[in-house]
């Protein structure tokens, strides 16, 4: 049985039947810059609800806000890339960014401390996104436990996530979510105030239009604050855009988890701990012997090295697409890809984990810095 929400992904997922379910608009032909970025390139963004909006503000500079959260638990991986690359490129075509730690939804939901939730937060996620290239000139980074020292903003931020639940019902949230709990809807509330506070006068000024993108199984989330926010009679909102990107598969073919190290490659893995998970674990697209693999190729489409290569890891198209083919027509062994793919993640690592160690120096400024510097 296939299961798409929040908190599970479960079976072989069709994205053009949850694009219908969800009332989604597939990604067309966007702007030249955005080929600058693969993930938009190769449609691996694939799904987007009122991007216009967003693309209108990017062309003709006016301010607008791309808002995420982040989940403090276990390790950062590579599939989390998928994301912060989409933030720093956003940030660098004129975006602020707000990021939320769901310190409160890990509490409530997952029974985490928030002390715990602090420590992994900095340690396994800021960390790597300031290393990533992340820059604080025009980032908000806030933990939902404690929304700021400035008074005014933290009670506008509770404000509205308080208010919000005088216009939805438990009924709608079991039509979104299926099983639902206390908890889980009063997460969900919070997450409505996550991505449309930065519109009050307390943030930004003024109602602005603001992007979240996310993959498919958040978009109950998104349903449920767009409903609400229509509904809302304190203050005229713009709607939220939001964008969809492709799940990038675990190791063994099948989705991340955090409570399998074999699962997933993490940013602080040892370039001996990489080759062991990937030869080891990387599903194969490949024959079954190396006679049957020359005659009838293999399978890129389901090949966890040439997805890692597609999605993250090799940024030529021309040597992606010769990569392909030789996979598929037999030429390319899947020892042979797996030694690419290899070479290509500790190349990476080996400078990201510099710039890592020297990102500590940069925590206090998107963490600790004066209320009066957070615009």
């Not at 939001?242 to 799940?247: A, G, I, M, P, V």
Request: glycine fraction near 6%; charge should be positive; proline fraction near 4%.
């Amino acid at each position: 049985m296939v299961s798409v929400n929040p908190w599970k992904v479960k079976g072989e997922v069709d994205y053009n039947k949850l694009v219908k379910e969800f009332g989604l608009t597939p990604m067309k032909k966007l702007p030249e810059i955005f080929n600058k970025n693969l993930l938009f390139r190769r449609k691996i963004v694939f799904a987007n609800r009122d991007i216009a909006r967003i693309l209108d503000a990017v062309k003709n500079k006016k301010k607008f806000v791309v808002m995420t959260g982040l989940m403090p638990t276990g390790k950062l991986h590579i599939g989390h890339l998928l994301l912060i690359n989409q933030l720093i490129f956003w940030q660098k075509l004129g975006a602020k960014l707000y990021i939320a730690v769901a310190d409160l939804e890990a509490y409530n939901a997952r029974g985490q401390s928030l002390e715990e939730s602090r420590k992994i937060a900095i340690e396994q996620y800021l960390l790597n996104y300031i290393a990533l290239g992340l820059s604080p000139k025009n980032c908000d980074f806030y933990f939902q436990s404690e929304r700021s020292k400035d008074a005014e903003k933290s009670n506008a931020y509770y404000r509205l996530a308080s208010n919000f639940s005088r216009y939805a019902t438990f009924n709608e949230f079991k039509a979104v979510y299926g099983e639902i709990s206390p908890g889980k809807m009063n997460a969900s509330l919070i997450q409505a105030a996550d991505m449309f506070h930065p519109q009050l006068p307390e943030f930004e000024g003024k109602p602005l239009p603001v992007l979240v993108p996310v993959g498919i199984d958040q978009d109950p989330h998104l349903r449920i604050a767009r409903d609400i926010s229509q509904r809302y009679k304190d203050y005229k909102f713009i709607q939220l855009s939001s964008t969809y990107h492709l799940f990038s598969p675990g190791l063994k073919g099948d989705k991340m988890s955090a409570s399998d190290s074999s699962s997933y490659i993490s940013l602080t893995d040892t370039p001996a701990e990489i080759k062991r998970k990937i030869n080891k674990y990387a599903f194969s697209g490949g024959g079954e012997t190396t006679e049957e693999h020359r005659k009838k190729g293999g399978n890129p489409d389901v090949d966890v090295s040439f997805q890692y290569l597609k999605m993250f890891f090799e940024e030529d198209d021309l040597k992606l697409a010769e990569i392909e083919k030789d996979y598929r027509s037999g030429k390319l062994l899947t020892g042979e890809l797996k030694k690419i793919l290899i070479e290509k993640i500790n190349s990476f690592l080996k400078v990201h984990q510099g710039k890592r160690e020297k990102a500590r120096k940069m925590v206090d400024k998107f963490v600790y810095k004066d209320v009066t510097t957070s615009k």
